[in-house]
């Protein structure tokens, strides 16, 4: 998945920007989205707009427990939010 897809998938799951969105929701295998996102992650360019965040345990009891938290780039996150900026890389 690029990015113009990852924020097409994004927008489509979380219904616009700066909404939270669970890393599952991209709905690929957990290392392909740890992959992906790690690497927008490392990229200044895509991640002044995005924010990767960690949400507490009681609050993931909806998702799969082996899909609840995810590795990006050695630190625990569970969602991704972009920015409407982002727009301009796609």
């Known amino acids: 998945m690029n990015l113009a897809a990852g924020v097409k998938r ?13 890393l599952s ?4 295998p957990k290392a392909e989205v740890e992959k992906l996102v790690s690497a927008w ?13 960690r949400e507490r345990e009681e609050e ?6 082996d899909q609840r938290v995810f590795l990006i780039n050695g630190f625990e996150c ?12 796609v």
């Open 10 to 22: 994004y927008l489509e799951v979380a219904g616009g920007f700066d909404r939270p969105l669970h």
């Open 25 to 28: 929701q991209f709905e690929l």
């Open 41 to 53: 992650d490392e990229d200044y360019q895509i991640s002044r707009y995005m924010l990767l965040s």
């Open 60 to 65: 993931l009891a909806a998702f799969p427990p």
């Open 78 to 89: 569970t969602h991704l939010t972009f920015h409407p900026d982002i727009q301009k890389l």
